[in-house]
Protein backbone atom coordinates (compact mmCIF):
# COMPACT_ATOMS: atom_id res chain seq x y z
CA UNK A 1 0.00 0.00 0.00
CA UNK A 2 2.92 2.24 0.44
CA UNK A 3 4.23 1.70 -2.71
CA UNK A 4 0.88 2.50 -4.08
CA UNK A 5 0.65 5.56 -2.45
CA UNK A 6 4.16 6.52 -3.72
CA UNK A 7 2.78 5.78 -7.04
CA UNK A 8 0.14 8.22 -6.27
CA UNK A 9 2.00 11.01 -5.39
CA UNK A 10 4.33 10.74 -8.10
CA UNK A 11 1.49 10.87 -10.63
CA UNK A 12 -0.35 14.30 -8.40
CA UNK A 13 3.42 15.94 -8.83
CA UNK A 14 3.80 14.88 -12.39
CA UNK A 15 0.36 16.59 -13.02
CA UNK A 16 1.59 19.30 -11.31
CA UNK A 17 4.07 20.28 -13.27
CA UNK A 18 2.09 19.86 -16.44
CA UNK A 19 0.24 22.60 -15.59
CA UNK A 20 2.75 24.79 -13.80
CA UNK A 21 4.65 25.58 -17.23
CA UNK A 22 7.86 26.11 -15.45
CA UNK A 23 9.45 24.81 -18.31
CA UNK A 24 10.94 26.97 -20.53
CA UNK A 25 10.10 27.56 -24.19
CA UNK A 26 11.70 25.24 -26.46
CA UNK A 27 13.02 28.28 -28.48
CA UNK A 28 15.06 29.31 -25.72
CA UNK A 29 19.02 29.14 -25.82
CA UNK A 30 20.04 25.45 -25.38
CA UNK A 31 23.52 25.79 -23.82
CA UNK A 32 25.09 24.89 -27.17
CA UNK A 33 24.05 21.19 -26.66
CA UNK A 34 21.91 21.09 -30.17
CA UNK A 35 24.78 21.57 -32.35
CA UNK A 36 25.09 18.91 -34.89
CA UNK A 37 29.17 17.08 -35.02
CA UNK A 38 31.10 19.73 -37.43
CA UNK A 39 32.59 16.56 -39.24
CA UNK A 40 29.97 15.35 -41.56
CA UNK A 41 31.33 11.57 -41.67
CA UNK A 42 32.56 11.71 -38.47
CA UNK A 43 30.26 9.79 -35.54
CA UNK A 44 27.22 11.75 -34.17
CA UNK A 45 27.72 12.89 -30.36
CA UNK A 46 24.62 12.71 -28.65
CA UNK A 47 23.66 13.10 -24.63
CA UNK A 48 21.57 10.38 -22.52
CA UNK A 49 20.95 10.52 -19.46
CA UNK A 50 20.10 6.94 -17.30
CA UNK A 51 20.09 6.27 -13.57
CA UNK A 52 23.02 4.28 -12.34
CA UNK A 53 23.55 1.31 -9.91
CA UNK A 54 26.46 1.67 -7.27
CA UNK A 55 28.41 -1.30 -8.59
CA UNK A 56 28.04 -0.37 -12.26
CA UNK A 57 30.91 0.90 -13.51
CA UNK A 58 31.04 3.99 -16.15
CA UNK A 59 28.75 3.14 -19.22
CA UNK A 60 31.51 4.49 -21.72
CA UNK A 61 33.81 0.95 -20.86
CA UNK A 62 30.93 -0.84 -21.48
CA UNK A 63 30.85 -3.30 -24.69
CA UNK A 64 27.20 -2.80 -25.04
CA UNK A 65 27.84 0.53 -24.95
CA UNK A 66 31.23 0.84 -27.63
CA UNK A 67 28.72 -2.23 -29.84
CA UNK A 68 26.43 0.38 -30.45
CA UNK A 69 28.28 3.46 -30.94
CA UNK A 70 30.10 1.64 -33.86
CA UNK A 71 26.75 0.17 -35.48
CA UNK A 72 25.10 3.33 -35.33
CA UNK A 73 28.53 5.91 -35.85
CA UNK A 74 27.21 7.82 -32.53
CA UNK A 75 28.94 8.77 -29.42
CA UNK A 76 27.55 8.95 -26.44
CA UNK A 77 27.97 11.42 -23.10
CA UNK A 78 26.25 10.07 -20.81
CA UNK A 79 24.60 12.07 -17.79
CA UNK A 80 23.98 9.61 -14.37
CA UNK A 81 21.99 10.17 -11.57
CA UNK A 82 22.11 7.38 -8.36
CA UNK A 83 18.92 4.98 -8.14
CA UNK A 84 17.56 6.77 -5.55
CA UNK A 85 18.12 10.76 -7.12
CA UNK A 86 17.20 9.76 -10.77
CA UNK A 87 13.46 10.85 -10.62
CA UNK A 88 14.31 14.21 -9.37
CA UNK A 89 16.97 15.13 -11.38
CA UNK A 90 15.42 14.16 -14.26
CA UNK A 91 12.49 16.41 -13.52
CA UNK A 92 14.82 19.05 -12.32
CA UNK A 93 16.81 18.93 -15.66
CA UNK A 94 13.41 18.95 -17.80
CA UNK A 95 12.37 22.14 -15.26
CA UNK A 96 15.46 24.09 -15.95
CA UNK A 97 16.14 23.81 -19.63
CA UNK A 98 19.37 21.95 -19.33
CA UNK A 99 18.36 18.83 -20.67
CA UNK A 100 20.21 15.94 -22.67
CA UNK A 101 19.30 14.66 -26.44
CA UNK A 102 17.50 11.61 -24.57
CA UNK A 103 15.75 10.19 -21.90
CA UNK A 104 17.32 5.93 -21.17
CA UNK A 105 14.93 5.38 -17.85
CA UNK A 106 14.76 2.24 -15.56
CA UNK A 107 11.51 2.09 -14.88
CA UNK A 108 10.97 0.70 -11.54
CA UNK A 109 13.44 3.44 -10.52
CA UNK A 110 11.97 5.92 -12.65
CA UNK A 111 9.67 6.47 -15.78
CA UNK A 112 8.03 9.61 -17.67
CA UNK A 113 4.78 9.31 -17.04
CA UNK A 114 1.81 9.57 -19.34
CA UNK A 115 1.12 13.36 -18.09
CA UNK A 116 4.56 13.98 -18.46
CA UNK A 117 4.75 12.84 -21.74
CA UNK A 118 1.81 15.10 -22.71
CA UNK A 119 3.20 17.86 -21.34
CA UNK A 120 6.56 17.88 -22.62
CA UNK A 121 5.15 17.10 -26.19
CA UNK A 122 2.88 19.91 -26.34
CA UNK A 123 5.77 22.49 -25.15
CA UNK A 124 7.74 20.96 -27.97
CA UNK A 125 10.60 20.03 -25.55
CA UNK A 126 9.60 16.10 -26.28
CA UNK A 127 10.21 15.13 -30.07
CA UNK A 128 7.06 13.23 -31.82
CA UNK A 129 8.15 10.53 -33.12
CA UNK A 130 5.54 9.76 -35.07
CA UNK A 131 7.51 10.02 -38.57
CA UNK A 132 10.83 8.94 -36.97
CA UNK A 133 9.08 5.59 -36.52
CA UNK A 134 8.24 5.42 -39.92
CA UNK A 135 11.56 6.24 -41.52
CA UNK A 136 13.96 4.73 -39.37
CA UNK A 137 12.09 2.41 -37.04
CA UNK A 138 11.31 -0.80 -38.83
CA UNK A 139 11.47 -3.15 -35.73
CA UNK A 140 9.11 -0.56 -33.64
CA UNK A 141 6.82 -1.02 -36.62
CA UNK A 142 6.82 -4.57 -36.55
CA UNK A 143 6.33 -4.60 -32.73
CA UNK A 144 3.60 -2.08 -32.97
CA UNK A 145 1.60 -5.17 -35.41
CA UNK A 146 2.48 -7.63 -33.53
CA UNK A 147 1.32 -6.40 -29.94
CA UNK A 148 -1.78 -5.60 -29.98
CA UNK A 149 -1.95 -2.53 -27.15
CA UNK A 150 1.67 -1.16 -28.33
CA UNK A 151 0.61 1.37 -30.84
CA UNK A 152 -2.55 2.45 -29.23
CA UNK A 153 -0.94 2.52 -25.94
CA UNK A 154 1.90 4.62 -26.85
CA UNK A 155 -0.34 6.88 -28.54
CA UNK A 156 -1.12 10.70 -27.00
CA UNK A 157 -4.74 12.07 -26.86
CA UNK A 158 -3.14 14.26 -29.90
CA UNK A 159 -2.33 11.44 -32.06
CA UNK A 160 1.27 11.57 -31.21
CA UNK A 161 4.12 9.00 -29.84
CA UNK A 162 6.92 10.88 -27.53
CA UNK A 163 8.12 8.35 -25.95
CA UNK A 164 9.23 4.38 -26.02
CA UNK A 165 8.32 1.81 -23.36
CA UNK A 166 10.38 -0.85 -21.55
CA UNK A 167 7.35 -3.55 -22.45
CA UNK A 168 8.10 -6.31 -20.36
CA UNK A 169 5.39 -8.88 -20.66
CA UNK A 170 6.18 -10.96 -17.53
CA UNK A 171 3.83 -13.93 -17.23
CA UNK A 172 4.33 -14.73 -13.26
CA UNK A 173 4.38 -10.87 -12.77
CA UNK A 174 0.63 -10.37 -14.29
CA UNK A 175 -1.05 -12.20 -11.69
CA UNK A 176 0.23 -10.42 -8.89
CA UNK A 177 -2.05 -11.38 -5.68
CA UNK A 178 -0.76 -14.79 -5.20
CA UNK A 179 -0.87 -16.71 -1.83
CA UNK A 180 1.81 -19.64 -0.81
CA UNK A 181 1.24 -21.77 1.26
CA UNK A 182 3.28 -24.80 3.17
CA UNK A 183 2.48 -27.63 1.59
CA UNK A 184 4.96 -29.74 4.28
CA UNK A 185 2.08 -29.02 7.01
CA UNK A 186 -0.76 -30.04 4.97
CA UNK A 187 1.04 -33.31 4.31
CA UNK A 188 1.85 -33.90 8.31
CA UNK A 189 -1.53 -33.13 8.83
CA UNK A 190 -3.63 -34.95 6.30
CA UNK A 191 -4.84 -31.76 4.66
CA UNK A 192 -6.07 -30.84 1.71
CA UNK A 193 -5.20 -28.33 -0.73
CA UNK A 194 -7.98 -25.91 0.19
CA UNK A 195 -10.47 -24.89 -2.40
CA UNK A 196 -13.07 -22.59 -0.86
CA UNK A 197 -12.92 -19.78 1.93
CA UNK A 198 -14.58 -21.70 4.50
CA UNK A 199 -11.95 -24.65 3.39
CA UNK A 200 -9.27 -22.52 3.53
CA UNK A 201 -10.01 -20.59 7.23
CA UNK A 202 -9.82 -24.48 8.44
CA UNK A 203 -6.82 -24.93 7.26
CA UNK A 204 -5.42 -22.27 9.07
CA UNK A 205 -7.24 -22.88 12.53
CA UNK A 206 -4.90 -26.27 12.07
CA UNK A 207 -2.00 -24.58 11.64
CA UNK A 208 -2.19 -22.63 14.93
CA UNK A 209 -4.03 -25.63 16.83
CA UNK A 210 -2.15 -29.09 15.73
CA UNK A 211 1.23 -28.48 15.69
CA UNK A 212 2.37 -29.12 11.98
CA UNK A 213 5.79 -28.01 12.35
CA UNK A 214 6.23 -31.11 15.44
CA UNK A 215 7.82 -29.49 17.60
CA UNK A 216 5.77 -29.94 20.31
CA UNK A 217 5.29 -26.07 20.72
CA UNK A 218 2.43 -23.33 19.92
CA UNK A 219 4.89 -21.17 17.48
CA UNK A 220 3.37 -21.35 14.20
CA UNK A 221 1.86 -18.20 12.74
CA UNK A 222 -1.08 -19.16 10.21
CA UNK A 223 -1.27 -16.56 7.67
CA UNK A 224 0.92 -13.50 7.74
CA UNK A 225 1.81 -10.74 4.65
CA UNK A 226 3.92 -7.27 4.41
CA UNK A 227 2.52 -3.99 3.86
CA UNK A 228 4.58 -2.46 1.65
CA UNK A 229 3.75 -3.90 -2.30
CA UNK A 230 0.54 -4.49 -3.57
CA UNK A 231 -0.33 -8.54 -3.97
CA UNK A 232 1.40 -8.65 -0.68
CA UNK A 233 -1.15 -7.93 1.68
CA UNK A 234 -3.18 -11.20 2.22
CA UNK A 235 -6.54 -8.99 1.63
CA UNK A 236 -5.30 -8.67 -1.84
CA UNK A 237 -5.88 -12.58 -2.57
CA UNK A 238 -8.91 -13.03 -0.45
CA UNK A 239 -10.86 -10.28 -1.58
CA UNK A 240 -11.12 -11.93 -5.20
CA UNK A 241 -13.41 -14.35 -3.48
CA UNK A 242 -15.85 -12.08 -3.20
CA UNK A 243 -15.07 -9.30 -5.87
CA UNK A 244 -12.79 -8.14 -8.25
CA UNK A 245 -9.74 -6.40 -6.73
CA UNK A 246 -6.60 -5.25 -8.58
CA UNK A 247 -5.28 -4.04 -5.84
CA UNK A 248 -4.23 -0.25 -7.33
CA UNK A 249 -7.01 1.67 -7.80
CA UNK A 250 -10.28 -0.54 -6.56
CA UNK A 251 -11.97 0.26 -10.43
CA UNK A 252 -13.94 -2.35 -11.75
CA UNK A 253 -15.93 -2.31 -14.74
CA UNK A 254 -19.20 -3.68 -15.56
CA UNK A 255 -20.98 -3.65 -18.95
CA UNK A 256 -18.23 -0.67 -19.82
CA UNK A 257 -19.17 1.20 -16.70
CA UNK A 258 -16.55 1.98 -14.19
CA UNK A 259 -17.05 1.59 -10.13
CA UNK A 260 -15.44 1.44 -7.47
CA UNK A 261 -15.29 -2.00 -5.69
CA UNK A 262 -14.74 -0.52 -2.41
CA UNK A 263 -18.12 0.83 -2.20
CA UNK A 264 -19.78 -2.51 -3.28
CA UNK A 265 -21.73 -4.97 -0.51
CA UNK A 266 -19.56 -7.90 -1.84
CA UNK A 267 -16.30 -5.96 -0.52
CA UNK A 268 -18.23 -5.03 2.89
CA UNK A 269 -18.46 -9.20 3.15
CA UNK A 270 -14.37 -9.75 2.17
CA UNK A 271 -13.73 -7.80 5.14
CA UNK A 272 -16.03 -9.13 6.97
CA UNK A 273 -14.53 -12.83 6.71
CA UNK A 274 -10.65 -10.81 6.56
CA UNK A 275 -11.96 -9.90 10.62
CA UNK A 276 -13.31 -12.88 11.25
CA UNK A 277 -9.41 -14.87 10.44
CA UNK A 278 -7.68 -11.67 12.48
CA UNK A 279 -9.85 -12.09 15.49
CA UNK A 280 -9.54 -15.82 15.38
CA UNK A 281 -5.81 -14.93 16.08
CA UNK A 282 -5.37 -16.51 12.30
CA UNK A 283 -3.73 -13.49 10.69
CA UNK A 284 -0.57 -12.52 12.02
CA UNK A 285 -0.70 -8.94 13.92
CA UNK A 286 1.92 -7.82 12.27
CA UNK A 287 1.17 -8.07 8.46
CA UNK A 288 -0.59 -4.92 8.00
CA UNK A 289 2.43 -2.40 9.14
CA UNK A 290 5.41 -4.83 8.64
CA UNK A 291 7.88 -4.79 5.56
CA UNK A 292 9.11 -8.00 3.46
CA UNK A 293 12.07 -8.34 5.51
CA UNK A 294 10.47 -8.39 8.30
CA UNK A 295 8.15 -11.21 6.34
CA UNK A 296 10.69 -12.88 5.24
CA UNK A 297 12.80 -13.62 8.44
CA UNK A 298 8.93 -15.13 9.51
CA UNK A 299 9.42 -17.72 6.61
CA UNK A 300 12.83 -18.06 6.75
CA UNK A 301 13.62 -19.25 10.60
CA UNK A 302 16.06 -22.31 12.01
CA UNK A 303 14.86 -25.27 12.44
CA UNK A 304 11.09 -25.96 12.17
CA UNK A 305 9.28 -23.85 10.00
CA UNK A 306 6.92 -21.06 11.54
CA UNK A 307 4.92 -19.80 8.78
CA UNK A 308 1.78 -21.18 7.20
CA UNK A 309 0.87 -19.30 4.38
CA UNK A 310 1.45 -15.90 3.18
CA UNK A 311 0.45 -13.43 0.36
CA UNK A 312 3.46 -12.28 -1.97
CA UNK A 313 4.01 -11.68 -5.84
CA UNK A 314 6.24 -14.21 -5.61
CA UNK A 315 7.01 -16.79 -2.77
CA UNK A 316 11.23 -15.48 -2.80
CA UNK A 317 9.43 -12.55 -0.98
CA UNK A 318 8.47 -14.33 2.13
CA UNK A 319 11.22 -17.25 2.52
CA UNK A 320 14.37 -16.99 1.42
CA UNK A 321 15.15 -18.60 -2.15
CA UNK A 322 18.42 -20.91 -0.72
CA UNK A 323 16.48 -22.17 2.73
CA UNK A 324 15.21 -25.67 2.82
CA UNK A 325 11.89 -23.68 3.25
CA UNK A 326 11.56 -22.59 0.23
CA UNK A 327 10.49 -26.51 -1.68
CA UNK A 328 7.70 -25.95 0.98
CA UNK A 329 5.56 -23.51 -0.58
CA UNK A 330 3.55 -23.43 -3.20
CA UNK A 331 0.26 -21.38 -4.62
CA UNK A 332 -3.00 -21.56 -3.27
CA UNK A 333 -5.55 -21.30 -6.43
CA UNK A 334 -7.88 -18.39 -6.20
CA UNK A 335 -10.91 -19.55 -3.76
CA UNK A 336 -14.54 -19.56 -4.69
CA UNK A 337 -16.37 -17.35 -2.05
CA UNK A 338 -19.71 -18.22 -0.34
CA UNK A 339 -21.68 -16.56 -3.18
CA UNK A 340 -19.65 -18.56 -6.05
CA UNK A 341 -17.06 -15.24 -6.91
CA UNK A 342 -13.27 -16.84 -7.54
CA UNK A 343 -11.03 -14.06 -9.02
CA UNK A 344 -7.71 -13.14 -9.03
CA UNK A 345 -5.50 -9.34 -9.41
CA UNK A 346 -4.65 -9.51 -12.92
CA UNK A 347 -2.46 -6.92 -15.30
CA UNK A 348 -4.01 -7.06 -18.83
CA UNK A 349 -1.13 -6.23 -21.76
CA UNK A 350 -0.94 -2.28 -21.59
CA UNK A 351 1.79 0.39 -21.53
CA UNK A 352 1.94 2.41 -18.56
CA UNK A 353 4.99 5.09 -18.72
CA UNK A 354 8.27 5.40 -20.91
CA UNK A 355 11.24 4.30 -20.05
CA UNK A 356 12.82 6.22 -23.69
CA UNK A 357 12.35 10.22 -24.98
CA UNK A 358 14.05 12.05 -27.52
CA UNK A 359 14.18 16.05 -26.49
CA UNK A 360 14.77 19.05 -29.09
CA UNK A 361 17.85 19.13 -27.94
CA UNK A 362 18.86 16.57 -30.76
CA UNK A 363 17.90 17.07 -34.09
CA UNK A 364 18.74 15.77 -37.63
CA UNK A 365 21.25 13.88 -37.43
CA UNK A 366 21.39 13.24 -33.53
CA UNK A 367 17.26 12.41 -33.56
CA UNK A 368 17.62 9.69 -36.73
CA UNK A 369 21.00 8.06 -35.07
CA UNK A 370 18.48 8.17 -31.10
CA UNK A 371 15.55 6.48 -33.03
CA UNK A 372 18.00 3.86 -35.20
CA UNK A 373 19.62 3.04 -31.69
CA UNK A 374 15.71 2.65 -29.59
CA UNK A 375 14.45 0.68 -33.08
CA UNK A 376 17.29 -1.53 -32.22
CA UNK A 377 16.54 -2.17 -28.78
CA UNK A 378 13.63 -3.27 -29.89
CA UNK A 379 14.60 -5.90 -32.22
CA UNK A 380 14.91 -9.57 -30.61
CA UNK A 381 18.71 -9.24 -31.13
CA UNK A 382 19.12 -5.95 -29.94
CA UNK A 383 16.55 -6.64 -26.60
CA UNK A 384 18.66 -10.35 -25.99
CA UNK A 385 22.09 -8.44 -26.13
CA UNK A 386 21.36 -5.89 -23.83
CA UNK A 387 19.11 -7.18 -21.65
CA UNK A 388 21.38 -10.68 -20.67
CA UNK A 389 25.24 -9.36 -22.22
CA UNK A 390 27.54 -11.04 -25.28
CA UNK A 391 26.43 -14.37 -26.80
CA UNK A 392 28.93 -17.31 -26.27
CA UNK A 393 29.92 -15.36 -22.87
CA UNK A 394 26.51 -14.77 -21.06
CA UNK A 395 24.13 -16.77 -23.44
CA UNK A 396 24.04 -19.25 -26.22
CA UNK A 397 21.43 -20.17 -28.57
CA UNK A 398 19.61 -23.04 -26.98
CA UNK A 399 20.80 -27.07 -27.87
CA UNK A 400 18.51 -29.81 -27.02
CA UNK A 401 20.05 -30.02 -23.43
CA UNK A 402 17.88 -26.55 -22.84
CA UNK A 403 13.90 -26.52 -21.90
CA UNK A 404 12.29 -23.38 -21.99
CA UNK A 405 9.37 -22.67 -19.65
CA UNK A 406 6.72 -24.40 -22.06
CA UNK A 407 9.22 -27.35 -22.28
CA UNK A 408 10.32 -27.05 -25.63
CA UNK A 409 13.92 -26.92 -26.73
CA UNK A 410 14.73 -23.23 -25.62
CA UNK A 411 16.29 -20.45 -28.11
CA UNK A 412 18.50 -19.03 -25.75
CA UNK A 413 20.25 -20.31 -22.87
CA UNK A 414 21.93 -18.17 -20.22
CA UNK A 415 25.83 -19.32 -19.57
CA UNK A 416 26.13 -19.22 -15.64
CA UNK A 417 29.34 -17.04 -14.41
CA UNK A 418 32.32 -17.63 -12.08
CA UNK A 419 30.60 -16.14 -9.10
CA UNK A 420 34.33 -15.70 -7.62
CA UNK A 421 35.34 -13.81 -10.46
CA UNK A 422 37.72 -10.68 -9.12
CA UNK A 423 35.56 -7.00 -9.29
CA UNK A 424 38.42 -5.68 -11.83
CA UNK A 425 38.51 -8.77 -13.51
CA UNK A 426 34.61 -8.36 -14.89
CA UNK A 427 33.56 -6.70 -18.04
CA UNK A 428 29.93 -5.25 -18.62
CA UNK A 429 28.20 -6.51 -21.41
CA UNK A 430 25.28 -5.08 -21.32
CA UNK A 431 22.66 -1.92 -19.87
CA UNK A 432 20.23 -4.38 -18.28
CA UNK A 433 16.72 -4.14 -18.32
CA UNK A 434 16.51 0.16 -19.31
CA UNK A 435 15.08 2.24 -21.86
CA UNK A 436 13.11 0.76 -24.67
CA UNK A 437 13.40 -3.09 -25.50
CA UNK A 438 10.46 -5.49 -26.69
CA UNK A 439 10.31 -8.46 -24.46
CA UNK A 440 7.43 -10.14 -25.15
CA UNK A 441 6.25 -12.86 -23.17
CA UNK A 442 7.12 -15.33 -26.34
CA UNK A 443 10.72 -14.25 -25.92
CA UNK A 444 10.37 -14.81 -21.75
CA UNK A 445 9.44 -17.92 -22.29
CA UNK A 446 12.03 -19.16 -25.39
CA UNK A 447 14.68 -18.24 -22.43
CA UNK A 448 15.68 -22.28 -20.75
CA UNK A 449 15.11 -22.63 -17.23
CA UNK A 450 16.68 -25.46 -15.00
CA UNK A 451 14.31 -28.35 -14.64
CA UNK A 452 13.83 -28.96 -11.63
CA UNK A 453 11.62 -25.96 -10.31
CA UNK A 454 12.31 -26.15 -6.63
CA UNK A 455 15.71 -25.82 -7.04
CA UNK A 456 17.05 -22.03 -6.71
CA UNK A 457 17.93 -22.26 -10.63
CA UNK A 458 14.74 -23.10 -11.50
CA UNK A 459 12.93 -20.75 -9.31
CA UNK A 460 11.67 -19.02 -12.64
CA UNK A 461 9.66 -22.48 -13.79
CA UNK A 462 8.20 -22.19 -10.30
CA UNK A 463 6.52 -19.15 -10.69
CA UNK A 464 5.13 -20.18 -14.35
CA UNK A 465 3.75 -23.33 -13.08
CA UNK A 466 2.02 -21.63 -10.42
CA UNK A 467 0.66 -18.85 -12.62
CA UNK A 468 -1.34 -21.10 -14.85
CA UNK A 469 -2.85 -22.06 -11.45
CA UNK A 470 -4.55 -18.16 -11.35
CA UNK A 471 -5.57 -18.35 -15.22
CA UNK A 472 -8.74 -17.85 -16.45
CA UNK A 473 -10.02 -16.39 -12.84
CA UNK A 474 -9.31 -12.48 -14.33
CA UNK A 475 -12.23 -10.62 -14.57
CA UNK A 476 -13.82 -10.80 -18.30
CA UNK A 477 -13.65 -6.77 -17.93
CA UNK A 478 -10.61 -4.86 -16.56
CA UNK A 479 -9.22 -1.29 -16.33
CA UNK A 480 -5.32 -0.07 -15.53
CA UNK A 481 -5.73 3.49 -14.39
CA UNK A 482 -1.90 3.62 -14.22
CA UNK A 483 -2.01 3.04 -17.81
CA UNK A 484 -4.77 5.48 -19.05
CA UNK A 485 -4.19 8.89 -21.33
CA UNK A 486 -5.89 11.66 -18.81
CA UNK A 487 -6.78 14.87 -20.68
CA UNK A 488 -4.76 17.35 -19.70
CA UNK A 489 -6.85 19.44 -17.92
CA UNK A 490 -8.08 16.66 -15.97
CA UNK A 491 -4.49 16.12 -14.83
CA UNK A 492 -4.06 18.14 -11.52
CA UNK A 493 -7.78 17.05 -10.32
CA UNK A 494 -7.45 13.26 -10.65
CA UNK A 495 -4.32 12.98 -8.97
CA UNK A 496 -5.18 14.56 -5.99
CA UNK A 497 -8.39 12.73 -6.07
CA UNK A 498 -7.01 9.14 -7.03
CA UNK A 499 -4.58 9.74 -3.63
CA UNK A 500 -7.39 10.72 -1.61
CA UNK A 501 -9.53 8.19 -2.36
CA UNK A 502 -6.91 5.53 -2.31
CA UNK A 503 -5.51 6.20 0.65
CA UNK A 504 -8.85 6.37 2.09
CA UNK A 505 -10.01 2.94 1.29
CA UNK A 506 -6.90 1.69 2.24
CA UNK A 507 -7.29 3.30 5.40
CA UNK A 508 -10.47 1.91 6.19
CA UNK A 509 -9.54 -1.35 4.87
CA UNK A 510 -7.26 -2.52 7.71
CA UNK A 511 -9.56 -0.79 10.30
CA UNK A 512 -12.42 -3.07 9.21
CA UNK A 513 -10.18 -5.88 9.15
CA UNK A 514 -8.51 -5.35 12.93
CA UNK A 515 -11.58 -4.66 13.78
CA UNK A 516 -10.65 -1.30 15.10
CA UNK A 517 -13.55 0.01 13.28
CA UNK A 518 -17.49 -1.89 13.81
CA UNK A 519 -17.93 -3.17 9.84
CA UNK A 520 -21.88 -3.22 10.91
CA UNK A 521 -21.77 0.12 12.68
CA UNK A 522 -19.87 2.21 10.49
CA UNK A 523 -20.34 0.61 6.90
CA UNK A 524 -22.89 3.68 6.18
CA UNK A 525 -20.49 6.87 7.07
CA UNK A 526 -17.71 5.27 5.32
CA UNK A 527 -19.67 4.80 2.22
CA UNK A 528 -21.00 8.68 2.96
CA UNK A 529 -17.31 9.63 2.83
CA UNK A 530 -16.52 9.12 -0.34
CA UNK A 531 -18.86 11.80 -1.40
CA UNK A 532 -16.32 14.12 0.42
CA UNK A 533 -13.60 12.68 -1.77
CA UNK A 534 -15.71 13.57 -5.27
CA UNK A 535 -15.99 10.00 -6.21
CA UNK A 536 -18.37 10.72 -9.01
CA UNK A 537 -16.25 13.22 -10.89
CA UNK A 538 -13.25 10.41 -9.94
CA UNK A 539 -15.07 8.12 -11.87
CA UNK A 540 -16.59 10.27 -14.64
CA UNK A 541 -12.60 11.19 -15.74
CA UNK A 542 -11.64 7.56 -15.25
CA UNK A 543 -14.61 6.96 -17.98
CA UNK A 544 -13.59 9.06 -20.41
CA UNK A 545 -10.18 7.70 -20.40
CA UNK A 546 -11.43 4.08 -20.58
CA UNK A 547 -13.83 5.09 -23.48
CA UNK A 548 -11.00 6.08 -25.23
CA UNK A 549 -8.76 3.31 -24.93
CA UNK A 550 -11.96 1.16 -26.16
CA UNK A 551 -11.55 2.89 -29.21
Not at 30 to 55: H, L, R
Not at 186 to 214: C, I, R, S, W
Not at 230 to 244: H, K, Y
Not at 294 to 323: M, R, Y
Request: charged content about 25%; overall charge negative; some cysteine.
Amino acid sequence: MKKLALMSLTLLLSAALFLAGCVPSKNQPSSGKSNENSDPNGPVEVTIFTPKFADSKDFSENEFTKMVEEKFNMKIKWEYANQDAAKEKRQLSLASGDYPDAYLLVTWIDNISKVEAQKYGKEGVFLPLNDLIKEHAPNIQKGMEEVPYLEKGMTALDGNIYGLPLLGECYHCSRYGKMWINTEWLKNLNLEMPKTTEEYKKVLEAFKNDDPNGNGKKDEIPLSGESTMVGDNPIQFLMGAFIPNNGKNYINVNDGKLSLGAMQPEWKDGLKYVQSLYKEGLIDHGTFTQNAEALKQLGTPEGEAKLGAFAASHSAIGVDLNSEHSKHYDVVPPLKGPDGAQYTSSDYGSVNNFAFAITDKAKGKKAEALIKLADYLYSEEGTVAMTYGKEGVHWKKGGPEDIDLNGKQAKYAIIPQDPNMKEEDKVEYAWGERGPILQTRALRDSIGTATDEWSPEGFERRLFNATKKYDGFEPEEQFNAQAAWIAPEDAEEVALLQTNINKYIEENMVQFATGSKNIDKEWNSYIDGFKNLQVDRYLEVYQKAYDFEKE
